[in-house]
């Protein structure tokens, strides 16, 4: 018996897609069943990557210009010194204050956390810079990602019966524009047409425009962990 597995439908075909006589078929389906993915960032290297991000928030408030302290290589687990994508996203008062991040992988997970901090506090094009006094209201979350693997569809029919709610991040191409929401994003978009409509949006195109040619999808997980309420 299998248990906390996740599952994905791969395909679904009946004998009627073949023989052509659809009044009395036969189904299949191709079904992959998979272990979630392990943690790869244990508990004390998650409260050294929030303090650190907490110390960067405070820091680039204070002074944006002012240049980060080197995190040296003695602190670091092997986990800290992999290259990851990853993102950081601010919060106040349950409201996104910033979010930043890479999905692929660039630098060392540790540095890429600093970096991205800086950059939601200070960078994100949709918010002004976080202010000094705003710091402690601020709650701070880290998603780590796995690399991004390209999804096989062949209608949009299909791609929406493919994507996992909660699951998948998901980056859209859509000729030359592109862009990716987190997995937490379905919480707030559940339905998967709404999902793709505003991501596409997000990517600079037509809500439906997803729906269209030159259109590819990669799909990833992240590990996401934030500051207690």
Request: with cysteine.
């Amino acid at each position: 018996m299998l248990s906390k597995t996740i599952d994905r439908l791969l395909d679904y075909r009946n004998s009627g897609d073949t023989a052509g006589d659809k009044t009395a078929v036969v189904g299949y389906a191709a079904i992959a069943f998979f272990e979630p993915a392990p943690q790869n960032v244990d508990a004390k290297d998650r409260k050294f990557l929030l303090n650190l991000a907490r110390r960067t928030l405070a820091a680039v408030a204070d002074n944006p210009s002012a240049p980060l302290a080197a995190v040296s290589a003695a602190d670091l687990s092997p986990a800290l010194s992999q290259p990851k994508g990853c993102f950081v996203t601010l919060t106040k008062q349950g409201k996104l204050r910033g979010c930043i991040g890479n999905i692929l992988p660039q630098e060392a997970l540790c540095q890429a956390i600093v970096d991205n901090t800086r950059n939601a506090a200070m960078r994100d094009p949709r918010f002004q810079p976080v202010r000094p006094d705003e710091v402690k209201a601020i709650k701070i979350e880290i998603s780590v990602l796995t690399k991004p693997q390209p999804l096989s569809f062949n209608s949009p029919d299909d791609l929406l019966n493919k994507l996992q709610p909660d699951e998948d991040g998901v980056v859209l191409q859509i000729g030359s524009n592109r862009a990716t929401y987190l997995p937490q994003v379905w919480e707030q978009l559940p339905d998967k047409v709404q999902f793709l409509n505003e991501l596409a949006q997000k990517a600079g195109c037509a809500p439906a425009d997803w729906r269209g040619k030159n259109v590819s999808v990669s799909i990833y997980h992240a590990e996401a962990f934030g500051e207690p309420e």
